[in-house]
């Protein structure tokens, strides 16, 4: 209830453009009145008439009610689904830093049948980029199913249902599907269109910080704890194969042709990464002073990963530089994917373990504790790669890389028991 006031009153001042230094004490005190008095809640379609669109066969709607908030959708007294504000279920920080607010909607199969963006502050989309784009991007999840993966770019991959992505708004678009399918899960699991033993959490594990052996990197990366993405230029070409982007990227020498598959010269980028809470990965890999220090920087429930990386394409890329966050890294857990900005990224400048390579590039980033990151659980690194298409359009498709901490440096908490229904 207090949302929808809040937008309503919201709605006047964008409207009547009332500010608190033209209002004089007498109306203050209406507005005050009005605001703490007792209010009629609105249907969902007074508010947001656009819902009609989302269930063309409704003749009724309730207010939001619930946790997470939703309004039902009727038709007479048969439920068709629920509408809801994406900002009252989820809140994901996008490119300017805050969250972009959409409209959905879900029916009782799990359907989402309206996607629409009430609001958003993305600068990146006012350069150029015209603002339908992300309005077409968010349509694109209608008769999309809340169980399904969503893969936004380019390029097939087993498992997954591919979208559009928009060109020069990368960071924006995966964070508007993070939105819209991380909300759609929460209020299809709550209202029991999922059913919510497959929905069931274990606790999250618990680093083990008394557990500590020296080991090199051979080792490190023998037993799994460092893992590794390699692309070759063959891999990224095919991936954009039947894109706007095929044929539009770095190639490889030319005397390279004859060489073979695993020389260097064909490495697009050879990238590694790992989990550093651990203080057998973390402190062998940076060092007694270097690991104490990152330690003591991490609040409780957050964590840090490292990423080297050898090739002709950064992971880094530039695009922090101008706008403070990474457009070319980022993690998945789950239904949650993990973006980066400029306050979680640290240098790292040495290697301590024995037998590294070399790198060109080299970064610890911070995962906050606002991710509900658990170390325990399979997680997956994910390399973004953009190909320009014109002027002011590109189009980008992802590689991921799969890691797994060891048990023994972890403890992972039995999952819940299955209750079995009565008969």
């Known amino acids: 209830m207090q949302s929808l006031l809040y937008r309503f009153f919201k709605y006047l001042l964008s409207i009547w453009r009332i500010s608190t230094h033209s209002l004089d004490l007498p109306s203050i005190a209406v507005l005050i009145i009005f605001l703490s008095g007792p209010a009629v809640a609105q249907s969902v379609d007074e508010t947001y008439p656009q819902v009609q669109k ?22 007479n007294d048969t439920l068709l689904g629920y509408v809801f504000v994406t900002d009252d279920v989820v809140r994901i920080p996008a490119y300017s830093g805050k969250p972009v607010n959409l409209l959905v909607g879900v029916n009782t199969a799990g359907v989402i049948t309206g996607a629409e963006v009430l609001e958003h502050h993305e600068p990146i989309l006012l350069v150029g980029i015209p603002e339908q784009k992300l309005f077409d991007f968010a349509a694109q999840y209608v008769d999309k199913h809340v169980g399904e993966r969503i893969r936004v770019g380019a390029g097939k991959q087993e498992g997954y249902v591919n979208v559009d992505a928009v060109s020069g708004a990368t960071v924006t678009v995966l964070v508007v599907n993070q939105s ?16 919510p033993t497959q929905q069931a959490q274990t606790q999250p594990g618990r680093v083990l910080g008394d557990v500590f052996r020296t080991a090199d990197w051979p080792t490190l990366i023998g037993e799994g704890s460092i893992r590794r993405l390699h692309l070759n230029y063959a891999t990224v070409e095919q991936a954009f194969a039947g894109t706007e982007g095929e044929g539009k990227g770095p190639q490889p020498e030319s005397d390279c042709s004859g060489l073979p598959a695993d020389d260097p010269c064909h490495t697009f980028i050879d990238l590694y990464y790992t989990y550093l809470n651990a203080p057998t990965i973390g402190r062998n890999l940076l060092g007694d002073f270097q690991y104490d220090w990152l330690m003591g920087e991490l ?35 789950g239904d949650r994917t993990v973006t980066f900005r400029d306050l979680d990224h640290h240098r790292l400048s040495d290697v301590f373990t024995a037998n590294t390579p070399r790198f060109r590039e080299m970064a610890i980033y911070i995962i906050r504790d606002s991710a509900e990151f658990d170390p325990g659980g399979d997680w997956q690194v994910e390399l973004l790669v953009s190909r320009a298409t014109g002027p002011l359009d590109r189009v980008f498709t ?22 079995a229904d009565e008969e």
Request: hydrophobic residues 40%.
């Open 54 to 75: 989302f269930f063309s066969d409704a003749n009724r709607f309730t207010a939001f009610t619930g946790t997470p908030p939703a309004a039902e959708v009727y038709h």
């Open 299 to 333: 609040k409780p429930e957050e964590h840090a990963i490292a990423i080297l990386a050898n090739g002709v394409y950064s992971f880094k890329g530039s695009g922090y530089v101008r706008g403070g966050i990474f457009d070319r890294i980022q993690l998945a857990q």
């Open 398 to 419: 992802s590689f991921g890389g799969e890691y797994r901490l060891l048990d023994a440096y972890v403890d992972r908490p039995a999952p819940p028991p299955v209750v």
């Open 180 to 195: 819209i399918m991380r909300s759609a899960r929460k209020i299809a699991t709550s209202r029991s269109i999922i059913d």
